[in-house]
């Protein structure tokens, strides 16, 4: 069953930190960082399996790219802390979690799918070519 990113319009802006855009469903959290309202796309945030075994990709512009665990819920999925705290290496993202997103595209434009496809699926290259052994990688 398909759940189509929304857009979230009321998202808070703090003119010391850039532009951000945000993009949701039951299953993903899309969080854009934007260098001002029509500046560049400085990285984005990609969680995904919100409610059990949280994991967040994150690209940023000029540094490396990771995929990490959260530590916000407890074994039932039930959060237990306000701020997840994110650790480890996730390891590869999957390719299952990469084709969900391009059916839940909804209202995020395609330019910008592509772009998280491409970050993620250069991220599983050079993790792979380091045998799964990286924390992390540049992109």
Known sequence: M?????????????P????????????????LWYESARG?????????SRHHDERAFTWQRNKRSSHFVSSG??????????????HGDAGP???????????????????????VIDAAEDYNRRVTENNGTAGSSDG
């Open 2 to 14: 398909s759940d189509p990113l929304v857009e979230n319009k009321n998202v808070r802006q703090r």
């Open 40 to 48: 560049e796309l400085t990285g984005f945030q990609l969680c995904y």
């Open 93 to 115: 993202v999957p390719g299952e979690v990469l084709q969900r997103l391009q059916e839940e595209q909804g209202e995020l434009e395609t330019s910008l799918l592509r772009l």
């Open 16 to 31: 010391d930190e850039g532009f951000r855009r945000w993009f949701l469903n039951d299953y993903f959290d899309l969080i």
């Open 73 to 86: 819920a407890d074994e039932r999925g039930m959060p237990w802390i306000a701020t997840a705290i994110l």
